[in-house]
């Protein structure tokens, strides 16, 4: 069952067409990862998803019950600290402040924050424990899917795989699905059970790619080798690394 369908999705600015003709879906417990040429219309496909952006044509269909997203930035609150910033969507759920303690302590947990960060301020606290914070504050609502657009892009690459592990352990354990935009291929080989491209004017999904084993079961190594065929010996991949500043 799809938690997720697009179906013949497509949308203009201004009159012109950035994407079109896009189908696919999401399965329950499956992470897709959505790549493509820079300035192809990844981000406005996911706002389109998730209900942000209403599409020109066709239609997003979610049969999930609840869902959450996880940006570049981590748009944390600045004025409250770590624990405050994961329980804030459930204080607008109406979640009593038993079960709100409860559910930020487990979820914290999940993503390796101990008391001491949950007590820092965002100010306080590195670009990979904030985006910590983030993907904590996303799986402390029980969303049955997440919405991800490019949230490790911004850190250094050691901490970007670490927390690609820590993410793909948490939606395994959770049983959560998920679409993950990025642009870099090595990072949709190690969380994704499915590479989508995007084609590079917006038109349709070009081709799909599934690497080999769970996400859960990938080492660096495995991920890495199987990016550098897609890049090198694919012709689906020939213009992944195109921009066009036009598109942006």
Known sequence: MNLLTLEQVGHAYFGRTVLDRIWFGVRAGEIVALVGP??????????????????????????YARHAMVFQDPRLLAWANGAENIAYGLQHAGVSPRALKQRVAATAGLVGLDDADLSKFPVELSGGMKQRVAIARALAVEPDFIYFDEPFSALDIGLRRRLQDLAVVALAEAGVGALFVTHDITEASRVAHRILV???????????????????????????????????EDPLFAHINDVDERRL
Do not use: M, Y
Request: charged residues 25%; hydrophobic residues 40%; proline residues 5%.
């Open 38 to 63: 820079s300035g192809c219309g990844k981000s406005t496909l996911l706002q389109i998803a998730a209900g942000l952006i209403e599409p020109t044509q066709g239609r997003a269909l979610r049969a």
């Open 198 to 232: 995007l084609a590079s004017d917006g038109a349709g999904i070009a081709g799909e790619r599934v690497p080999d084993g769970a996400p859960v079961e990938r080492d660096v190594r495995g991920a890495f080798q199987f990016a550098e065929r897609l890049l090198h």
